[in-house]
């Protein structure tokens, strides 16, 4: 039995839990830790900041400061404070009274530009536990890092911060979450955990913190690294999977053919051995999770020690995947400046009604939305624009309308940037009548309308992957 083994052996099982991060994944975590029988009881880390100090004495009146539906949340952090077991406090200290300390903190781009990650609130996070840190404790990383992260910068600062030595006087461990906004309880009992240790002692450690809140998942044991390239890899696969229909989407229209007939046609070939994950082309891919994910996997594999055998001078695969992706709201520019075309206008002073903020349907989500480069370059090219969305009510510097008619009203161009479940009720007739055009422009992101209910009602219409009848006559 090594050092930290003895030291976790006489401090017995985890009875005390503390989380650093009070949003919407550290705040799910805490009160599903507190529920559970075996743990005695939780903190809530949450400084005592202009933004969000008052998530604190929210939380001890048992109220949750997560906005949007997560159903069972509000009672289950009801109940857990009612009962003594989960508290949130700004004080610090609290940690080195502990048994085990999670940190989940958003690590978002400093600016899309660069693609690097802002590590600072992480590396406050990482400070603060090294400082209240104490022989035979666990530390867990549960924000998505840059492979390495764990075994490289946070044990780095813990260890200088605590003057311990991970793997020997503390238990350090990366657990990703995988959460999704409106199932956060229900993806963490049911998701399987990914719990990677710095060593085995840590990951045995780590597997006893988080088994007691899996109802239907499992817990998968790794290193630490493993489950940070597991975690970036799971986004980066997805990216790649909507990038490869994405462009299917623009062969197909260079060829004249409707890519969901040669959708339906891949996705037959079933069997057993046989996968074929074709997903959906679009007008481009948002949120917070695969916009970035790729580029950590990118960056992990840079900073490691190891090396790199690829073919010469090639691009990553999944860095052009993240680049088709990113072209696809360019490309539904094109398709409406090309529509407005053929019936004689420009962009440069032609009225776009956008329909469509959020960067997933039926949601009020707009992180990193493509509906927004999308926006930028109609209004680089000098045409009107207006936005509409039935859930998103606010976005820095843009007028967002949920009155559909106001926004329709003298269009010369309506594009569908969402699939938002409203809109696939949108007829021609009243398209037609709103917009008060004799051919008015509609280009379809999202797969939303049937064409030629539109085309034969004088519409010009172009529509991703529709090669069938992106150039059809003009009634
Ligand atoms: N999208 C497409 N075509 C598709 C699927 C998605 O264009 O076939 C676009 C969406 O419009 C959206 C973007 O991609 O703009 C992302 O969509 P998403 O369904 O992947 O939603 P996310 O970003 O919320 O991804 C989350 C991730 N979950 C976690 O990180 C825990 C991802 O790993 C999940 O696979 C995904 O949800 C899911 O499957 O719902």
Redesign the pocket.
């Known amino acids: 039995m090594n050092k930290l083994e003895k030291l976790l052996k006489e401090r017995g099982p985890i009875k005390k839990i503390g989380v650093l991060g009070m949003g919407y994944v550290g705040i799910p975590a805490a009160v599903l830790f507190a529920d559970a029988p075996c743990f005695d009881n939780v903190f809530g880390f949450q400084r005592n900041s202009k933004s969000s100090g008052y998530k604190i004495d929210m939380i001890n009146r048992g109220e949750c400061p997560l906005k949007g539906e997560e159903p069972g949340l509000d009672d289950l952090l009801a109940r857990v404070v009612k009962a003594g077991k989960f508290e949130c406090t700004p004080d610090f200290s609290k940690i080195s009274e502990l048994d085990a300390v999670t940190l989940a903190i958003q690590t978002p781009f400093a600016n899309p530009k660069d693609l690097e990650p802002d590590f600072s609130a992480l590396i406050d996070g990482i400070r603060n536990v090294g400082k209240y840190l104490r022989p035979g404790m666990l530390v867990v990383l549960e924000s998505t890092i840059t492979p390495g992260t764990t075994e490289g910068m946070a044990k780095q600062i813990l260890e200088e911060e605590s003057g311990l030595k991970a793997g020997e006087d503390f238990a350090l461990a990366h657990a990703p979450?995988?959460?999704?906004?409106g199932r956060l309880l229900k993806?963490i009992r049911e998701h399987d955990r990914i719990v990677g240790g710095i060593d085995e002692a840590s990951t045995r450690r780590a597997v006893e913190l988080y088994s007691p809140v899996l109802t239907v998942g499992k817990v998968i044991p790794m290193s630490a690294t493993a489950a940070e390239v597991t975690k970036t890899a799971?986004?980066t696969f997805?990216d790649l999977?909507?990038a490869a229909?994405?462009q299917l989407a623009l062969y197909c229209e260079a060829m004249g053919i409707n890519v969901y007939d040669v959708r339906t046609g891949v996705d037959s070939l079933k069997g057993e051995g046989i996968t074929r994950a074709v997903?959906?082309?679009?007008?481009?891919?948002?949120?917070?999770?695969?916009t970035k994910d790729t580029y950590h996997l990118e960056r992990g594999v840079k900073i490691g020690n190891g090396h790199l055998d690829y073919p010469e001078g090639a691009d990553s695969i999944y860095v052009l995947a993240r680049k088709v992706?990113d072209f696809m709201p360019v490309h539904l520019y094109n398709l409406t400046a090309a529509a407005l075309e053929r019936i004689g206008k420009s962009m440069k002073g032609s009225k776009i009604a956008m329909l469509g903020w959020a960067?997933?349907?039926d949601s009020d989500?707009a992180r990193n939305?493509?509906s927004e480069p999308y926006r930028n370059l109609c209004l680089k090219a000098d045409a009107e624009v207006m936005v509409h969305d039935p859930y998103v009510v606010n976005y820095p510097g843009v007028e967002i309308s949920d009155d559909l008619e106001k926004v329709v009203r003298d269009a010369d161009a309506v594009v569908f940037l969402?699939?938002h479940s409203a809109y696939f009720d949108v007829k021609a007739d009243w398209v037609k009548k709103v917009t008060g055009k004799a051919n008015p422009v509609l280009i379809d992101g999202?797969n939303v309308i049937e064409p030629d209910e539109f085309i034969s009602k004088g519409f010009v219409y172009k529509g991703i992957g529709r090669g069938d009848k992106n150039e059809h006559l003009i009634l």
């Open positions: 979450e995988r959460v999704m906004v993806n799971e986004n997805r999977q909507i229909i994405n997903l959906w082309p679009g007008a481009g891919v948002g949120g917070h999770c695969l992706n960067f997933i349907r989500d939305t493509p969402a699939g999202r």
